[in-house]
């Protein structure tokens, strides 16, 4: 069983933050952003980007993005000349969770956050998800217990299912939550 995510933390229903613009790129006004979705194209296959300026989110129409090496570059319909792109950098990218198709088995990151973490065996609950760290083969669970954070590998000797309406169904080994 292989479980994919998407995107990284919900702002309400209707954005989610899905990568970050880094830097401006050339001097016509595209920029470079790093992707926070499971990979650049998936960044890249969007026709518009949100930013947020104060409780307003501004909508982008992509007129070109291309994947560079690890990053992502948008060429952005008003966006013509690099004073402009200067003033999008640091921003993070909000894409309407609309715009992106999940396929079975596919979750937000930020629908997972909250959810508790239930022993698949006995009904046990040991805590809530925190958040989900990526850093290389598999994705790492961090567990907010009543004793502390707990990681969990997410690989199928532990994660059992992941159901978005109950929780996270896993298997843990002996010591895990000691």
Same mark, same amino acid.
């Given at each position: 069983?292989?479980? @994919?995510?998407? +995107?990284?933390?919900?702002?309400?229903?209707?954005? =989610?933050?899905?990568?970050?613009? *880094?830097?401006?790129?050339?001097? %016509?006004?595209?920029? %470079?952003?790093? #992707?926070?979705?499971? #990979?650049?194209?998936?960044?890249? #296959?969007?026709?518009?980007?949100?930013? %947020?300026?104060? !409780?307003?989110?501004?909508?982008?129409?992509?007129?070109?993005?291309?994947?560079?090496?690890?990053?992502?570059?948008?060429?952005?319909? !008003?966006?013509?000349?690099?004073? %402009?792109?200067?003033?999008?950098? $640091?921003?993070?990218?909000?894409?309407?969770?609309?715009?992106?198709?999940?396929?079975?088995? @596919?979750?937000?990151?930020?629908?997972? =956050? $909250?959810?508790?973490? =239930?022993?698949?065996?006995? +009904?046990? *609950?040991?805590?809530?998800?925190?958040?989900? *760290?990526?850093? +290389?083969?598999?994705?790492?669970?961090?567990?907010? !217990?009543?004793? +502390?954070?707990?990681?969990? &590998?997410?690989?199928?000797?532990?994660?059992?299912?992941?159901?978005?309406?109950?929780?996270?169904? =896993?298997? &843990? *080994?002996?010591?895990?939550?000691?």
């Amino acid at each position: 069983m292989n479980f @994919e995510f998407m +995107g990284y933390r919900m702002i309400n229903d209707i954005y =989610i933050e899905c990568g970050k613009i *880094i830097n401006t790129h050339g001097c %016509k006004g595209a920029v %470079k952003a790093e #992707s926070w979705c499971n #990979s650049e194209d998936e960044l890249a #296959s969007l026709k518009r980007i949100f930013l %947020k300026n104060g !409780t307003c989110f501004n909508q982008f129409n992509v007129k070109k993005a291309s994947v560079f090496k690890q990053f992502v570059i948008f060429e952005l319909d !008003t966006v013509d000349d690099m004073d %402009k792109a200067m003033l999008l950098k $640091g921003n993070v990218i909000y894409a309407a969770r609309e715009d992106f198709k999940l396929d079975e088995g @596919e979750f937000f990151i930020a629908d997972m =956050i $909250g959810l508790s973490v =239930i022993d698949d065996e006995n +009904g046990k *609950i040991y805590g809530t998800l925190k958040e989900i *760290i990526n850093r +290389g083969a598999s994705d790492i669970y961090v567990v907010l !217990t009543d004793s +502390g954070e707990r990681m969990i &590998p997410a690989v199928d000797e532990f994660i059992i299912r992941v159901d978005i309406n109950s929780g996270i169904y =896993i298997r &843990p *080994i002996e010591g895990m939550f000691d």
